[in-house]
Protein backbone atom coordinates (compact mmCIF):
# COMPACT_ATOMS: atom_id res chain seq x y z
CA UNK A 1 0.00 0.00 0.00
CA UNK A 2 1.37 3.70 -0.62
CA UNK A 3 1.09 6.23 1.57
CA UNK A 4 -0.68 9.39 1.04
CA UNK A 5 0.54 12.53 1.42
CA UNK A 6 -1.10 14.54 2.82
CA UNK A 7 -0.47 18.32 3.32
CA UNK A 8 -0.56 20.59 6.48
CA UNK A 9 -4.46 21.48 7.29
CA UNK A 10 -3.79 24.72 8.99
CA UNK A 11 -2.04 26.45 5.97
CA UNK A 12 -3.63 29.50 4.37
CA UNK A 13 -4.00 27.97 0.86
CA UNK A 14 -5.41 24.51 2.57
CA UNK A 15 -7.65 27.61 4.33
CA UNK A 16 -8.69 29.32 1.05
CA UNK A 17 -8.92 26.13 -0.58
CA UNK A 18 -11.27 24.85 1.70
CA UNK A 19 -13.74 27.99 1.90
CA UNK A 20 -13.55 28.21 -2.12
CA UNK A 21 -15.15 24.16 -1.90
CA UNK A 22 -17.43 25.27 0.56
CA UNK A 23 -18.38 28.53 -1.81
CA UNK A 24 -18.02 30.85 1.13
CA UNK A 25 -14.88 32.47 0.09
CA UNK A 26 -15.75 36.15 -1.14
CA UNK A 27 -12.92 35.81 -4.41
CA UNK A 28 -13.92 32.74 -5.42
CA UNK A 29 -12.10 32.88 -8.58
CA UNK A 30 -8.93 35.09 -7.43
CA UNK A 31 -6.48 32.78 -8.73
CA UNK A 32 -8.00 32.48 -11.88
CA UNK A 33 -7.45 35.97 -14.09
CA UNK A 34 -8.95 35.90 -17.27
CA UNK A 35 -7.14 36.56 -20.31
CA UNK A 36 -9.01 39.73 -21.65
CA UNK A 37 -7.83 41.81 -18.07
CA UNK A 38 -4.34 40.78 -19.08
CA UNK A 39 -4.30 41.49 -22.43
CA UNK A 40 -6.31 44.90 -21.38
CA UNK A 41 -3.57 45.75 -18.35
CA UNK A 42 -1.02 45.14 -21.25
CA UNK A 43 -2.37 47.80 -23.75
CA UNK A 44 -2.92 50.36 -20.97
CA UNK A 45 0.47 49.71 -20.18
CA UNK A 46 1.70 50.42 -23.66
CA UNK A 47 -0.83 53.26 -24.00
CA UNK A 48 1.05 55.12 -20.61
CA UNK A 49 4.56 54.61 -21.75
CA UNK A 50 4.04 56.11 -25.21
CA UNK A 51 1.94 58.98 -23.80
CA UNK A 52 5.36 59.82 -21.52
CA UNK A 53 7.02 59.61 -24.03
CA UNK A 54 4.96 61.94 -26.38
CA UNK A 55 4.57 64.47 -23.22
CA UNK A 56 8.72 63.98 -22.78
CA UNK A 57 9.13 65.02 -26.54
CA UNK A 58 6.87 67.68 -26.21
CA UNK A 59 7.74 69.49 -23.04
CA UNK A 60 11.32 69.22 -24.95
CA UNK A 61 10.25 71.10 -27.85
CA UNK A 62 8.33 73.60 -25.90
CA UNK A 63 11.86 73.80 -23.89
CA UNK A 64 14.25 74.68 -27.10
CA UNK A 65 11.19 77.00 -28.74
CA UNK A 66 11.45 79.41 -25.62
CA UNK A 67 15.72 79.07 -25.50
CA UNK A 68 15.38 80.10 -29.15
CA UNK A 69 13.07 83.14 -28.87
CA UNK A 70 15.16 84.13 -25.89
CA UNK A 71 17.97 83.60 -27.93
CA UNK A 72 20.02 81.25 -25.18
CA UNK A 73 20.93 79.16 -28.26
CA UNK A 74 22.02 81.44 -30.27
CA UNK A 75 26.11 80.87 -31.52
CA UNK A 76 26.15 77.67 -29.81
CA UNK A 77 27.32 75.88 -32.95
CA UNK A 78 30.17 78.71 -32.65
CA UNK A 79 31.04 78.41 -29.06
CA UNK A 80 31.15 73.96 -29.65
CA UNK A 81 33.08 74.71 -32.89
CA UNK A 82 35.46 77.24 -30.55
CA UNK A 83 35.57 74.62 -27.87
CA UNK A 84 36.43 72.18 -30.50
CA UNK A 85 39.23 73.99 -31.50
CA UNK A 86 40.43 74.15 -28.03
CA UNK A 87 40.38 70.87 -27.20
CA UNK A 88 42.25 69.29 -30.07
CA UNK A 89 45.20 72.28 -29.63
CA UNK A 90 45.48 70.79 -26.39
CA UNK A 91 45.55 67.28 -27.50
CA UNK A 92 48.17 68.35 -29.88
CA UNK A 93 50.14 70.24 -27.59
CA UNK A 94 50.00 67.24 -25.41
CA UNK A 95 50.75 65.18 -27.54
CA UNK A 96 54.06 67.30 -28.99
CA UNK A 97 55.36 67.22 -25.09
CA UNK A 98 55.18 63.10 -24.95
CA UNK A 99 56.77 62.92 -28.01
CA UNK A 100 59.71 65.17 -26.64
CA UNK A 101 60.08 63.52 -23.48
CA UNK A 102 60.17 60.02 -24.67
CA UNK A 103 62.85 61.58 -27.38
CA UNK A 104 64.57 62.61 -24.40
CA UNK A 105 64.53 59.14 -22.53
CA UNK A 106 65.15 57.34 -25.55
CA UNK A 107 68.40 59.65 -25.68
CA UNK A 108 69.24 59.35 -22.47
CA UNK A 109 68.99 55.71 -21.99
CA UNK A 110 71.37 55.45 -24.95
CA UNK A 111 73.84 57.57 -23.33
CA UNK A 112 73.76 55.50 -20.26
CA UNK A 113 74.01 52.61 -22.62
CA UNK A 114 77.07 53.72 -24.32
CA UNK A 115 78.77 54.95 -21.31
CA UNK A 116 78.33 52.09 -19.45
CA UNK A 117 79.54 49.94 -22.64
CA UNK A 118 83.00 51.76 -22.66
CA UNK A 119 83.17 51.51 -18.96
CA UNK A 120 83.16 47.57 -19.88
CA UNK A 121 85.69 47.87 -22.34
CA UNK A 122 88.07 49.74 -20.67
CA UNK A 123 87.60 47.78 -17.69
CA UNK A 124 88.36 44.42 -19.65
CA UNK A 125 91.23 45.76 -21.27
Do not use: C, W
Not at 21 to 49: L, Q, W
Not at 50 to 74: E, M, N, S
Not at 88 to 104: L, S, V
Amino acid sequence: MKAHHQHPRNTPRNIAHQADHAGTSPNRYSDVEPKSNTIKSKIMSNKKVILGVAAGVAALAVTAIILKRKGYLDGIADKATDFGKKLKNRYNDTKEDAHKKIDEIVSKSNQIADKAASEIKSATV
